[in-house]
């Protein structure tokens, strides 16, 4: 079964610019989980999708979004972006996120996003 | 807010050696997660656990899930130098299974 796979994997964008990632949960998996990780702060939770509809969200500004799709894919935006925002994106999928033993989450590669 | 308390921050040990790290928190988890990650790529699930005093094995890998269920162990026997890598733990935050928060990592870096 194929895993978790992210698109791009490496992203250099501008100050003000907005960028769009993207996120294919392994199949049969329902909820998609995204997560900032830093040097500083360590991996920080974004949002959470599930069936199409943001469960769970993060201590994060508005400017971050995302979405997911009728096929559990999922993309995560950010408008006006900032050099904080230079992180590694991380998407994670789990069969439907609510039993116990069938909620584990499994990561993907993840995106890197330079911010210049 | 909760927080993951991982221990030691890093670790530089001998091939063969035994390791042992350990994750506390003030609250209570029903699930325990231990993640392995290499440079530049997402975390690797190693282990899970769910109820608490559970024991469980992944190969050289060991952990057990308290019994106060407030922390959580990871030992690596014999360590080989794959082993290196940051090792996370992970529990599903205020009970949320879609939200997990981390522990700040544990650096094994393994001298051959």
């Known amino acids: 079964k194929a895993g978790v796979t992210q698109t791009p994997r490496y992203l250099i964008k501008t100050r003000g610019q907005q960028v769009t990632l993207s996120c294919s949960p392994i199949?049969?998996?329902?909820?998609v989980s995204w997560y900032q990780q830093t040097p500083g702060q360590g991996l920080q939770f974004l949002f959470e999708y599930f069936s199409e509809t943001q469960r769970n969200k993060g201590n994060f500004p508005g400017r971050f979004s995302g979405r997911q799709f009728s096929n559990s894919r999922s993309e995560m935006n950010v408008s006006t972006l900032e050099l904080g925002d230079s992180a590694l994106y991380l998407c994670?999928?789990?069969?439907?996120?609510?039993?116990?033993?069938?909620?584990?989450?499994?990561f993907g590669p993840g995106t890197r996003l330079t911010v210049l | 807010g909760q927080q993951l308390n991982q221990s030691p921050q890093s670790m530089f040990i001998q091939e063969g050696e035994d390791v042992s790290m350990n994750c506390t928190s003030s609250s209570i988890f029903n699930t325990w997660l231990w993640y392995k990650q290499d440079p530049g790529e997402g975390p690797v699930l190693l282990i899970a656990?769910?109820?608490?005093?559970e024991l469980t094995s992944n190969g050289r890998l060991t952990a057990q899930f308290g019994i106060t269920r407030k922390d959580s162990f990871l030992n690596i026997s014999a360590s080989i130098p794959s082993d290196v890598g940051i090792y996370f733990c992970a529990g599903p935050s205020d009970g949320n299974t879609g939200k997990l928060i981390f522990g700040q990592g544990t650096t094994l870096q393994v001298k051959p």
């Open positions: 994670a999928s789990s069969l439907h996120s609510i039993t116990p033993g069938t909620d584990t989450q499994y």
């Open positions: 199949s049969g998996h329902r909820s």
């Open positions: 656990l769910y109820k608490a005093g």
